[in-house]
């Protein structure tokens, strides 16, 4: 069962997504070449501890949040996007990844 969303508070406009085992640089690399078949992507939700605001080089390491951060990426999401947008974007990943 999916929950309708009221598009007057919230405006989906990336779809994070997560690729078990992807490092830094093979992000990277998918994201520049999504780029070039016109596809954005982006590194979005980075753990608060890299932030500046919470960095304290004393603290606890987050050796989750370390593991996590670099296998996840968003998609573009918004209403103007086709049924065929969305498929381009699936193949493209799969394909680059």
């Known amino acids: 069962t999916s929950i309708p969303l009221d598009y007057d508070f919230v405006l989906p406009h990336i779809y994070p997504i997560r690729v ?3 490092t830094v ?9 999504m780029l070039e078949v016109g596809i954005q992507t982006g ?3 980075k753990p608060n501890h890299h932030l500046s605001f919470f960095a304290d080089q ?3 390491p987050f050796p989750v949040a370390e593991t996590l951060y670099p296998e996840l990426m968003t998609l573009p999401l918004h209403p103007d996007m086709s049924d065929m947008d969305v498929e381009t974007a699936i193949a493209s990943l799969l394909l680059f990844l």
């Open 20 to 22: 078990a085992g992807l």
């Open 25 to 33: 640089d093979r992000r990277e690399n998918i994201r520049k070449r």
């Open 43 to 45: 590194f979005h939700y």
């Open 58 to 60: 004393k603290a606890t």
